[in-house]
């Protein structure tokens, strides 16, 4: 059904009474309740105050896009209201062998991530490990390792961090899962990043976080900026749509999680993006893909490198499994 307009010279003196008439007068006002195709919308001053509580709501009857962009204001949310359990968080993780004495890793999380945890494969916890940036202005997030010469083993730094962005495309299709690793001439792994978000992703300039998200599902950002003196100086507001440019915008800042490091010997290898959806799943499920990468389970293939749209400077590689 849809609402069907009644003419004036319907409902003149002379006009008859007709049962396509009276249907439309039975049906057209359900189709303005009911919010039906070309129907009046109800103007909010002729609803009465206090007169619309929960029990006039359907279940499931607001939806998404019944709502107007920014409808839900912070100062609507009732206190508590957002728990963890309603926080979009991922993991990732970043490791160092022990055999690699000292480094600098790129953390996944950057400017949104939580304190990371840690935890060793074998032996005992290094040295020294903490968080820092490289200067005031910086937003990187760096974790800094120093083993100091224990025994053979890997350290393992997991972090959880605020999800704002997925997916992501580097021009060959959506990546499920971002895995680099630090191979040393032998094809050891010296240093490995894995996580759903890239290292340039929340650790750059760029502002990637969505500030709202239209009734089309289109994320977008509120940019702000300033021309002419602090005091006076005109501030204009653009709306900048999230897309996948802008999510990979510093990617030649930050190519590899290894930015810290001196790479002499070193090669940062992209496991191939494309084929990393078993990985994502191992990820989702619980196990610790950390692990997997330094336990042996995959075998790289660095010999040759396959086409792929890729950071400056690394290498993408083949993965299969160890039989």
């Not at 059904?1 to 249907?23: F, K, Q, R």
């Not at 990820?283 to 990468?293: N, Q, V």
Request: hydrophobic share 35%.
């Amino acid at each position: 059904m849809a609402y069907i307009p009644i003419g004036n010279n319907e409902v003149d003196p002379d006009s008859p009474i007709t049962t396509s008439l009276m249907v439309r007068l039975r049906d057209n006002p359900l189709e303005i309740i009911n919010n039906g195709t070309n129907a009046p919308e109800i103007d909010g001053a002729a609803i009465e105050a206090q007169t619309v509580g929960t029990t006039q709501i359907a279940p499931l009857a607001i939806t998404e896009a019944r709502q107007g962009d920014n409808s839900i204001s912070q100062p609507k949310l009732q206190n508590s209201v957002v728990g963890q359990a309603e926080c979009k968080t991922g993991q990732g993780s970043v490791t160092l062998a022990n055999s690699a004495g000292t480094a600098t890793l790129i953390l996944p999380g950057g400017q949104y991530g939580f304190y990371p945890r840690i935890q060793k494969t074998t032996g005992v916890l290094p040295g020294q490990v903490y968080m820092f940036n490289a200067n005031l202005s910086a937003l990187e997030s760096y974790i800094y390792i120093d083993h100091g010469g224990v025994a053979p083993g890997t350290t393992i730094i997991n972090q959880r961090y605020f999800v704002a962005s997925p997916p992501h495309d580097l021009g060959d299709g959506e990546i499920p899962y971002f895995c680099f690793v630090l191979l040393n001439n032998a094809g050891d792994i010296v240093a490995a990043y894995n996580a759903p978000e890239p290292p340039w992703m929340y650790n750059g300039p760029t502002k990637t976080t969505p500030d709202f998200r239209d009734q089309d599902g289109k994320q977008w950002i509120r940019k702000k900026t300033r021309a002419g003196s602090l005091e006076s100086g005109e501030i204009t507001e653009q709306l900048i749509e999230v897309t996948a440019d802008i999510k990979k915008a510093d990617i030649d800042l930050i190519p590899h999680p290894f930015i810290g490091m001196d790479l002499t010997g070193l090669t940062p290898v992209l496991l191939d993006p494309i084929g990393t959806e078993r990985l994502l799943d191992l990820h989702e499920s619980g196990e610790d893909i950390a692990e997997i990468l330094t336990g042996g389970h995959l075998l790289i293939d660095n010999t040759e490198e396959i086409t792929r749209a890729k950071p400056n400077g690394v290498l993408v590689s083949r993965v299969r499994w160890k039989p």
